[in-house]
């Protein structure tokens, strides 16, 4: 038998120098992880100091330069090395390799003792929020892998940290929830956020769809006419009948189309989910004007 022979590309320049610079990036993140001592206080402020200025800077080269000299003052200061990520081409399983370090960094910067001292107030100490962001970035990269699971531990983690959820978490654990049937995770965050059925298009929403799921049809009749009075835009959107758009917003005000653009994705994939429910929203009729 004659084996047919296949073509197998060569990478070009630019990919052989991206793939450098990854190694080199994650050469930084190893130099953070192989810390053995602290960084000296005095390096720790210039390295604070110099990425306060690239955050500033006029010109994204000018804010590379200064995020490299930062991380170099600093190896394991992890806001820099989340800023000068962005700068940085990785495969899926790079960039996880990557924010997982990153994450163990930012650990270590905090320590037992802080992780213990901050648990329920994080993001309202300054010092957490490199730890959170990059816990956070964890998690997207999670889902963009099909990873749902471990990606909704690490907001339940999250949110145990910061109850408050100044990141928005919840916004995407409820929808995960409910698209995974998980209605025990769905009713905490529902009487963990009282209220927010009035106020986001997402909680509201999701309360249909959890009325549904329970196979508690009134529950979900009264839930459908709060989320229409709420933002009646978002219905479009679940049924597929208005394509989600590529380019979300960047602002909305409550009620708007905006938000409901902006939260479309999560609702889409929650509902998709269950198609007997989606059958009985399209069933449901229109109030009048």
């Given at each position: 038998?004659?084996?047919?022979?296949?073509?197998?590309?060569?990478?070009?320049?630019?990919?052989?120098?991206?793939?450098?610079?990854?190694?080199?990036?994650?050469?930084?993140?190893?130099?953070?992880?192989?810390?053995?001592?602290?960084?000296?206080?005095?390096?720790?402020?210039?390295?604070?100091?110099?990425?306060?200025?690239?955050?500033?800077?006029?010109?994204?080269?000018?804010?590379?330069?200064?995020?490299?000299?930062?991380?170099?003052?600093?190896?394991?200061?992890?806001?820099?090395?989340?800023?000068?990520?962005?700068?940085?081409?990785?495969?899926?399983?790079?960039?996880?390799?990557?924010?997982?370090?990153?994450?163990?960094?930012?650990?270590?910067?905090?320590?037992?003792?802080?992780?213990k001292e901050y648990a329920g107030h994080?993001?309202?100490?300054?010092?957490?929020?490199?730890?959170?962001?990059?816990?956070?970035?964890?998690?997207?990269?999670?889902?963009?892998?099909?990873?749902?699971?471990?990606?909704?531990?690490?907001?339940?983690?999250?949110?145990?940290?910061?109850?408050?959820?100044?990141?928005?978490?919840?916004?995407?654990?409820?929808?995960?929830?409910?698209?995974?049937?998980?209605?025990?995770?769905?009713?905490?965050?529902?009487?963990?956020?009282?209220?927010?059925?009035?106020?986001?298009?997402?909680?509201?929403?999701?309360?249909?769809?959890?009325?549904?799921?329970?196979?508690?049809?009134?529950?979900?009749?009264?839930?459908?006419?709060?989320?229409?009075?709420?933002?009646?835009?978002?219905?479009?959107?679940?049924?597929?009948?208005?394509?989600?758009?590529?380019?979300?917003?960047?602002?909305?005000?409550?009620?708007?189309?905006?938000?409901?653009?902006?939260?479309?994705?999560?609702?889409?994939?929650?509902?998709?989910?269950?198609?007997?429910?989606?059958?009985?929203?399209?069933?449901?009729?229109?109030?009048?004007?």
């Amino acid at each position: 038998m004659i084996m047919q022979e296949t073509d197998h590309e060569e990478p070009t320049a630019d990919q052989s120098q991206d793939a450098a610079r990854a190694q080199a990036f994650l050469a930084l993140v190893n130099r953070g992880l192989a810390q053995k001592r602290a960084t000296p206080v005095a390096m720790r402020k210039r390295a604070e100091a110099l990425h306060s200025d690239a955050l500033d800077a006029a010109t994204d080269e000018d804010e590379y330069g200064l995020l490299v000299d930062a991380v170099g003052a600093d190896p394991g200061n992890a806001a820099v090395l989340l800023d000068l990520k962005e700068y940085f081409d990785f495969t899926l399983e790079e960039d996880l390799q990557v924010v997982r370090g990153i994450v163990e960094i930012a650990e270590r910067r905090l320590g037992k003792k802080g992780l213990k001292e901050y648990a329920g107030h994080f993001w309202g100490f300054l010092e957490t929020r490199p730890y959170m962001r990059a816990r956070g970035a964890l998690a997207s990269l999670l889902v963009e892998a099909g990873r749902l699971d471990e990606a909704a531990a690490e907001w339940e983690a999250l949110l145990a940290l910061n109850p408050n959820d100044n990141q928005g978490f919840r916004y995407f654990l409820l929808p995960l929830s409910l698209e995974r049937g998980r209605l025990d995770k769905a009713a905490e965050l529902f009487r963990a956020y009282p209220g927010e059925d009035g106020l986001s298009v997402l909680f509201a929403w999701c309360r249909v769809l959890e009325g549904l799921l329970r196979k508690d049809e009134a529950r979900a009749s009264l839930a459908l006419a709060a989320a229409r009075k709420q933002n009646g835009f978002a219905e479009a959107y679940i049924l597929g009948h208005r394509q989600i758009p590529k380019d979300l917003p960047e602002r909305y005000a409550p009620g708007s189309r905006e938000e409901a653009a902006s939260y479309a994705p999560e609702l889409f994939s929650a509902w998709s989910a269950h198609p007997e429910a989606l059958k009985w929203l399209a069933s449901q009729p229109k109030p009048r004007k």
